[in-house]
């Protein structure tokens, strides 16, 4: 038997398609509110740093740029629950990387890449397994006198300009000894920028910070490099504000001032009490945005 079609009334037709109309904007709604939620990306901190003239014609940063975010504690940040633990180490350090990974404020291996114009038996191991391991990853030359240019060659030869291993210049007594002096270290930054278009990382102790911010303190490399500040206490006053307001890291920990492993101001799980800790002072995140050689 044929059915009847039965017309439903029109003002139902437009109550149906009222409703469906609403449905279809409220999805849409909830859809894009969790899509910009779920997607949220750290905002770059370096992105918007100013520019001023370095009175030579060029263009130089303003004080601090290039380093972003800028330490600030300087009482014992590593006790604080949103820092971050770096190590740096040399062939000369043992590491047991599984006890390591208990720790998870260690997020970063800064590793001696060279020494004068010798290359560190661990270094390349020790980045393989740091990298795999996803670690951050870093390599600092330490610095000696005379040829200037060969020593960086052999740095950058060793690097090779990798975008995520942050390079460092290691400057310990520019005043004497066989130490890279300040004006070497002013020839060696000059010749890794116009190699590779990046800027190292400057480590320096109290006294060579003090200098550097005397000798060079309108050097533009020097003013977008990140500082590595090594003072072995817990709680510094007199921080030599200059080309930097604040640290990048803070070496707090070394041999120098932890003989006897569980005695350190830090203890990392796997490594003894020659190793070098350093704290950033921030969040691991916030650690890795920082972690370039702009």
């Not at 030579?56 to 330490?71: D, F, L, Q």
């Not at 740095?155 to 210049?169: A, D, G, H, Q, Y």
């Not at 101001?265 to 995140?285: C, E, I, R, W």
Request: aromatic residues 12%; proline residues 3%.
């Amino acid at each position: 038997m044929k059915q009847l079609k039965v017309k439903r009334p029109r003002t139902a037709l437009r109550d149906t398609r009222n409703y469906l109309l609403l449905i279809f904007i409220f999805f849409n709604i909830f859809f894009i509110s969790n899509s910009h939620a779920s997607g949220a990306q750290r905002p770059d901190l370096a992105s918007t740093d100013p520019t001023i003239t370095d009175g030579t014609g060029g263009s130089a940063p303003s004080e601090g740029v290039g380093t972003g975010m800028y330490g600030s504690d300087f009482s014992s940040p590593w006790k604080n629950s949103d820092s971050t633990i770096v190590i740096d180490a040399y062939e000369g350090n043992s590491i047991d990387w599984n006890q390591m990974a208990t720790d998870k404020k260690v997020a970063g291996v800064i590793h001696r890449s060279s020494i004068g114009l010798r290359v560190d038996s661990s270094y390349l191991s020790r980045k393989k397994i740091a990298l795999e391991r996803g670690y951050l990853w870093g390599a600092y030359h330490l610095g000696l006198k005379g040829n200037t240019i060969a020593q960086a060659d052999l740095f950058l030869s060793l690097v090779k300009n990798e975008p995520e291993t942050l390079m460092i210049l290691d400057l310990e007594d520019t005043g004497a000894g066989n130490f890279m002096t300040v004006d070497e270290a002013v020839v060696f930054m000059n010749y890794i920028y116009e190699k590779t278009g990046s800027i190292p990382t400057v480590y320096a102790n109290h006294q060579t910070t003090i200098q550097l911010n005397s000798k060079v303190k309108n050097n533009p490399r020097f003013q977008q490099s990140k500082l590595w500040y090594a003072r072995f206490k817990s709680t510094v006053t007199d921080f030599p504000t200059g080309i930097w307001k604040g640290y990048f890291l803070w070496q707090f920990s070394s041999e120098l001032n932890c003989s006897t492993t569980g005695s350190c101001l830090y203890n990392v799980p796997g490594t003894k009490s020659d190793m070098d800790v350093n704290v950033f002072d921030g969040t691991a995140g916030e650690l890795e945005a920082q972690w370039n050689n702009n």
